[in-house]
């Protein structure tokens, strides 16, 4: 089993930036790529971004290239989202998850690849 707790979320103004973390436990010894995803009330959960375990390959929503960057560390076992010019639009509960892929060079940006979840964490941006 696979744990994964987010932090980091909270109420922000437009413009503003945040940082969430993922923490991660369990069985972590093999590769995995890590990804972040949103939901916002009343919409499907959507992909955000991913990092492969090697991280040398991500991958980002177009609407969100440039203002969102995704990054991991392997000895800490996390992996963060950078957040940056929030718009009330970004409102959503944000999850990460992991995808035991085995490939170290690989990422997904399908919800149904993801094989452990997170609880979320609430990103609230006022106007």
């Known amino acids: 089993q696979v744990q994964l707790v987010e932090s980091g979320g909270g109420l922000v103004q437009a413009g503003g930036s945040l940082r969430l973390s993922c923490a991660i436990s369990?069985?972590?010894?093999?590769?995995?790529?890590l990804g972040w995803f949103r939901q916002a009330p009343g919409k499907e959960r959507e992909f955000v971004a991913s990092?492969?375990?090697?991280?040398?390959?991500?991958d980002y929503a177009d609407s969100l290239k440039g203002r969102f960057t995704i990054s991991r560390d392997n000895a800490k076992i996390t992996v963060s989202l950078e957040m940056n010019n929030l718009k009330p639009e970004d409102t959503a509960v944000y999850y990460c998850a992991a995808d035991f892929v085995g490939d170290p060079f690989s990422t997904s940006t399908l919800l149904r690849n993801y094989d452990y979840w997170g609880q979320g964490t609430q990103v609230s941006v006022s106007s």
């Open positions: 990092i492969s375990w090697s991280g040398g390959k991500t």
């Open positions: 369990g069985r972590t010894f093999n590769h995995y790529a």
